[in-house]
């Protein structure tokens, strides 16, 4: 049977699929690109919104948010929760200082069942 995931779960993961083949496009584009010419600032930006790698990048920040606060306040009610309270809680307060922590909960959060 296959496991049940969350709507955020679910959001994240369409989410980071879209960024992937958005930044693929974005690639393709630039390297097509500078066989012309150098690919400076502007054009990038051109190209980065044309591609919608910037649609695709700000949906999966929003999802990422959504998947960790989702995962917090489902762990609040485990309970291994309930006896690491304060190393949990000092994980999820690192999140937006430490990319390596946020990397962490976020794939924590893809295993909640």
């Known amino acids: 049977m296959k496991p049940i995931k969350s709507k955020a779960q679910i959001d994240y993961m369409k989410a ?10 974005l690639e393709a584009r630039v390297e ?9 600032q502007e054009l990038m930006e051109k190209l980065v ?3 919608g790698f910037h649609e695709a990048f700000n949906d999966l920040a929003e999802a990422e948010n959504e998947l ?8 609040k009610h485990d309970k291994t929760y309930k006896d690491n ?15 390596q922590m946020r990397a962490r ?7 909640i069942r």
């Open 105 to 111: 909960i976020i794939q924590l959060a893809l295993r």
């Open 32 to 40: 097509q690109e500078q066989k012309d010419q150098a690919v400076e």
């Open 49 to 51: 919104v044309e591609t």
């Open 68 to 75: 960790i606060s989702w995962s917090h306040a489902t762990i």
């Open 16 to 25: 980071k699929t879209k960024f992937e083949e958005r930044a693929k496009v």
């Open 85 to 99: 309270k304060k190393p949990i809680d000092d994980m999820y307060e690192k999140l937006d200082t430490d990319p």
